[in-house]
């Protein structure tokens, strides 16, 4: 039986880019030796994409289009088209033509050489500013320090994962999802592909700080208990410190007068600011596992574009 491939897209206020973008990715589409559909999912956008959704879906009998009722974040549009996707291998990339299409290519080939992820691996990032390389630079490395299982450094969503590895994906239903981190953890045949990130088409970024800090805390919260172990040692150290303290003192006030309450001022004032950071770090975990029991949806899908013959 012929091979499927599924193509995953993504898609938040994309309007300034998106006939562009598919333009580009039906190029590649049309280049591959296997049938493959496209998958578009409107992450609750405000603008006119879901109206040239239709009108692309409409004319390609290859496209598939999902409506999110609202936004619920790009992690979880991922999984929506994961979901509907009926592909050998599953193919993820964002609209915004950052990652280059040409790339899946070589992703392909990696699979059929029995790879079970092939990801991007960010040779140069184009058009940013030095702070953002900075940050993502610094974040990368700080999430693999701190991860429990060793992610990649450098890489986002773009990647080929196999069926058996989707399905893997697809049985783990947390709301506060991590691609990147699952992918590791599940410990498949991983390799990578290395690109130049190009500077975005049109239309600017969808991460907000917000959006960006959020990604980040699923990221160290989802795999790894450090947060919570630092806290402790961090701790121990204060002890360690405070009694030192208490120690320079005693031998201060036998030469020279010591202001006693400034010390005391000074301590109480540094353990009560470690104690409500780690009153927040348990917060943070308590509220994943409070997601979890609810028992919600992921996503609630308000409207479908199936592929017309």
């Known amino acids: 039986m012929e091979k499927l491939l599924s193509l995953i897209v993504p898609l938040y206020n994309e309007e300034a880019v998106l006939l562009e973008s598919f333009r580009r990715m039906d190029a590649v589409r049309k280049e591959m030796r296997y049938p493959c559909e496209i998958i578009y999912v409107d992450d609750g956008s405000r603008d ?16 598939k289009a999902l409506r999110f009722s609202r936004n619920f974040g790009h992690q979880l549009a991922v999984t929506a088209g994961m979901d509907a996707a009926k592909g050998d291998a599953l193919i993820i990339i964002d609209a915004d033509l950052q990652d280059p299409p040409e790339v899946i290519s070589a992703m392909i080939a990696a699979w059929e050489q029995g790879a079970d992820i092939a990801y ?15 940050t993502a630079w610094g974040y990368y490395r700080l999430l693999s320090s701190m991860s429990a299982y060793p992610i990649p450094l450098d890489t ?41 990130r190009h500077e975005r088409y049109a239309g600017g970024t969808k991460y907000s700080l917000k959006k960006m800090l959020k990604l980040a805390a699923d990221g160290i919260l989802g795999f790894s208990y450090r947060p919570l172990t630092l806290i402790g040692y961090l701790g121990i150290a204060i002890m360690v410190a405070a009694a030192l303290g208490a120690i320079a003192a005693a031998i201060c006030s036998a030469s020279m007068p010591v202001v006693g309450w400034l010390w005391a001022l000074t301590g109480v004032g540094f353990l009560q600011g470690l104690i409500m950071a780690a009153q927040g770090i348990q917060g943070a975990y308590l509220n994943r596992i409070y997601d979890e029991v609810k028992g919600r949806p992921l996503y609630i899908i308000k409207e479908k574009l199936e592929m017309t013959k």
């Open 48 to 63: 006119t994409t879901w109206e040239i959704l239709r009108e692309i879906a409409g004319k390609n009998a290859c496209v």
């Open 120 to 134: 991007g691996k960010r040779r140069k990032r184009e058009g940013e500013t030095f702070m953002k390389r900075f």
């Open 156 to 196: 986002g969503d773009f990647r080929l994962l196999d069926r058996a590895v989707a399905d893997t994906f697809l049985n783990m239903r947390e709301h506060n999802r991590f691609l990147r981190g699952m992918s590791a953890w599940m410990g498949f045949k991983a390799v990578h592909v290395e690109y130049v």
